[in-house]
């Protein structure tokens, strides 16, 4: 049986990209990893991932909380790294 880690790895994510989705969603971290590993398999969920990255950077930044917009910035940068998304 696959457990949670070795999908990530599967799937090139890290425990925090696993967290920031959890927290866009407010779901359990086990069921963001579901989601994401199936997200990152097309172009167009790798982009849905990367908007929600964005987002939660702009949410923290409005509320002014700059460590975590600063968190979720560099999980964004390393995540759109590993997950480069071509034009058509």
Same mark, same amino acid.
């Given at each position: 049986?696959?457990?949670?880690?070795?999908?990530? &790895?599967?799937? &090139?994510?890290?425990?925090?990209?696993?967290?920031?989705? $959890?927290? +866009?969603?407010?779901?359990?971290? !086990?069921?963001?990893?579901?989601?994401?590993?199936?997200? !990152?398999?097309?172009?167009?969920?790798?982009?849905?991932?990367?908007?929600?990255? +964005?987002?939660? !950077?702009?949410?923290?930044?409005?509320?002014? &909380?700059?460590?975590? $917009?600063?968190?979720?910035?560099?999980?964004?940068?390393?995540?759109?790294?590993? +997950? #480069? !998304?071509? #034009? +058509?």
């Amino acid at each position: 049986m696959l457990s949670i880690r070795d999908c990530l &790895d599967y799937c &090139d994510l890290t425990d925090e990209d696993v967290a920031i989705i $959890a927290e +866009h969603h407010d779901i359990p971290d !086990v069921a963001a990893a579901q989601i994401a590993c199936g997200l !990152v398999q097309t172009r167009e969920g790798t982009l849905m991932l990367t908007q929600f990255m +964005h987002e939660l !950077v702009d949410e923290a930044e409005e509320r002014g &909380d700059n460590a975590k $917009a600063k968190r979720f910035r560099e999980a964004c940068a390393r995540f759109m790294a590993s +997950h #480069p !998304v071509l #034009p +058509h």
